[in-house]
């Protein structure tokens, strides 16, 4: 399936060097971020050439302030800053790229909910229709929002990696705070979705995408409960998800956490052969690196 | 900028286009050219007992008591798709797509997609082939459109309740000559309900907005539903999935509830008011309904025109959560 993926990924390159979310779709950060990624770190040359011509679309459209947008079609700097710093720094090119990019994401700070929010939080938090402490601060998916798990688990892999490069006190609190942040918004028996674990007392289920993500921004500490718990968590779910996306991230979150992702890799496989993914770029390019040992580039 | 609770339920109705321009406080709340509010309006309510064969003969009497022409069209369904809860009714029922899109095909419609955007779940992968909507889909050769990742553009917003200047849409509506919202019947946990105008949520897509789109619940939930509604340019349609809706603390974790009709229309304010008596809620006190009413479309019973059944022939007392039961009393 490698050699397929490979190929599928170079073959629905965009034209301008970019991928969309399907063939054929605009050039996206986030996609044409993890394409290049997963291609960069093959060795033919195909996948080299097609890497390049991607290291070349993300070049061209980050902004002044260090920050990408979503797509070349929407103006602010967004979420999808994050994994394209993560690329930079994994294939080595364009190192100061990554810092400038790194230094927006810290720029970056969510919504508050507010000092009567917090106080009601502290004092009398069954008041609250959604449970989590409000005083975390994690990444929000746009200006103007709250913390969510996604972006702040992006950028938490992304930071980590280009910490390195960034002097003073600052980066390792915003890591601390929002490492927090994601062991908060943790479901009550393990794993994460979206953000909400609880919503007007019942309880919400996670998603195995999510938990395999926050799981990889959490590997530097594989030995603590939550994670433990949550890793549990992530194989029961995946007893009835199936699909490209889900076990590409939890394939790369196992091999993180040190595990035998054979068994994982041939699910990988037998999948794509049924339903090639339904043509996601995204989930192409999860395999592609889930399949060539690619969880080392979320090792912080 | 946020409408207060007063503003939102004085006046329901529209005494006209010009003058329903500007609000009670002078401010302009709305665009001239996001008026779509006619005299009158047609709902029809058909009896629908079961996801069955026979969907597709009972969609296509609900389209042809609506002289829409649809030859040669490009019609985008759009069903509720938010996450899949195999004990649960989430969903709009795939049966109940199938039958929209053959009726759509018989009717004459030369393009037929079918398009979400889930707001809290991101593998569509998984959405799709565990719900049985790609099964209906390969089926149908009918081709998805994720609107979460969809090729998008700026427009600027119909109406001034979020405050939000524009907000980006999908190419593949903005190309449609018929959007068809098709949500489930359900109670909502923070809206009161979730019909066809709440259902167009799913429209604005994720790779922007986030999941959630969490910019417009500080917008206001109640002010997004009201400016994505006033802001889409298409002609639409409404099918609501009222054979088996969901009660109590919807729009995930509620109850089923069997209601046995589907619900058809091509004013959404009217068909989702209809759709709220059917569940016993009173539209007129659901606030983004009652802001509709004024310039999208048509809320009073008086000035919507009944087809098939009665709504007492099929009205069902949906259980709300305790802090809408307010919602409840028609006084």
């Known amino acids: 399936m490698t050699r397929f993926s490979e190929e599928q990924l170079v073959a629905s390159q965009n034209r301008d060097g970019g991928w969309g979310a399907q063939q054929g779709r605009a050039s996206s950060t986030e996609i044409t971020a993890l394409a290049t990624l997963a291609l960069g770190r093959l060795d033919t040359p195909a996948s080299r050439a097609s890497a390049t011509h991607g290291l070349r679309w993300l070049a061209a459209r980050q902004h002044d302030d260090g920050g990408w947008p979503v797509s070349a079609r929407v103006d602010d700097s967004s979420w999808a800053t994050a994994l394209a710093v993560l690329t930079l720094d994994v294939l080595g090119r364009e190192p100061a790229r990554a810092v400038r990019g790194a230094r927006w994401l810290l720029r970056r700070t969510p919504r508050t909910l507010g000092v009567a929010i917090s106080l009601l939080h502290r004092f009398a938090p069954s008041t609250l229709a959604v449970r989590l402490n409000p005083d975390l601060k994690g990444w929000a998916w746009t200006a103007d929002a709250a913390s969510f798990v996604e972006p702040t688990c992006y950028a938490l892999l992304a930071l980590k990696r280009v910490r390195r490069h960034l002097p003073g006190a600052a980066v390792a609190e915003r890591i601390d705070e929002a490492e927090r942040m994601v062991y908060d918004r943790m479901c009550r028996d393990g794993g994460w979705n979206y953000g909400n674990s609880t919503v007007l007392e019942a309880e919400l289920w996670p998603y195995a995408d999510v938990t395999a993500l926050a799981l990889l921004a959490l590997a530097d500490h594989p030995q603590r409960e939550p994670n433990q718990r949550s890793l549990r968590a992530l194989r029961g779910m995946l007893q009835h998800v199936d699909s490209g996306l889900s076990v590409a991230w939890a394939t790369l979150c196992f091999a993180a956490y040190g595990e035998d992702v054979a068994p994982w890799r041939g699910r990988l496989v037998e999948r794509y052969a049924r339903t090639a993914f339904l043509g996601e770029t995204k989930a192409v390019a999860l395999a592609l690196l889930a399949l060539s040992g690619g969880a080392e580039v979320f090792r912080a | ?331």
Request: proline share 6%; aromatic share 6%.
């Open chain 2, 1 to 331: 900028m946020r409408l207060g609770r007063r503003a939102f339920l004085g006046g329901a109705l529209a005494a006209g286009a010009a003058s329903s321009v500007h609000g009670c406080t002078g401010a302009p709340r709305w665009e001239r050219s996001a008026v779509r509010q006619l005299s009158r309006s047609r709902v029809a309510i058909l009896p629908a007992g079961a996801y069955d064969g026979g969907l597709v003969e009972i969609v296509l009497r609900g389209l042809r008591l609506f002289d829409m022409p649809l030859a040669g069209k490009r019609v985008v369904l759009k069903p509720n798709f938010v996450e899949h809860d195999p004990n649960g009714v989430v969903n709009t029922h795939p049966t109940l797509v199938a039958a929209a899109i053959e009726a759509f095909r018989r009717a004459g419609a030369r393009h037929v997609v079918v398009a979400e955007g889930p707001g809290h779940y991101r593998d569509t992968e998984h959405l799709l082939t565990a719900t049985g909507l790609h099964a209906v889909l390969r089926e149908h050769r009918t081709r998805y459109v994720d609107l979460n990742n969809d090729d998008a553009r700026p427009l600027r917003v119909g109406s001034h309740y979020t405050g939000l200047g524009h907000l980006y849409l999908p190419e593949t509506l903005l190309e449609a000559d018929l959007l068809v919202s098709m949500p489930k019947l359900k109670t909502h946990h923070w809206a009161g309900v979730t019909l066809s105008l709440k259902n167009m949520f799913g429209c604005i897509p994720g790779a922007i907005y986030g999941w959630p789109k969490n910019v417009l619940h500080w917008a206001g939930i109640h002010e997004s539903i009201v400016d994505i509604n006033s802001t889409l340019p298409v002609p639409r349609f409404a099918i609501v999935d009222g054979i088996v809706g969901m009660e109590g603390n919807g729009p995930i974790q509620g109850e089923a509830r069997q209601c046995g009709a589907l619900v058809f229309g091509e004013d959404p304010v009217a068909v989702d008011a209809t759709a709220a008596r059917l569940m016993t809620i009173d539209p007129r006190k659901i606030r983004y309904l009652a802001e509709a009413g004024r310039f999208l479309g048509n809320v009073a019973e008086e000035r919507i025109d009944q087809a098939g059944e009665p709504i007492d022939r099929l009205r069902q007392d949906f259980r709300v959560l305790p802090m809408f039961q307010a919602l409840k009393s028609f006084a």
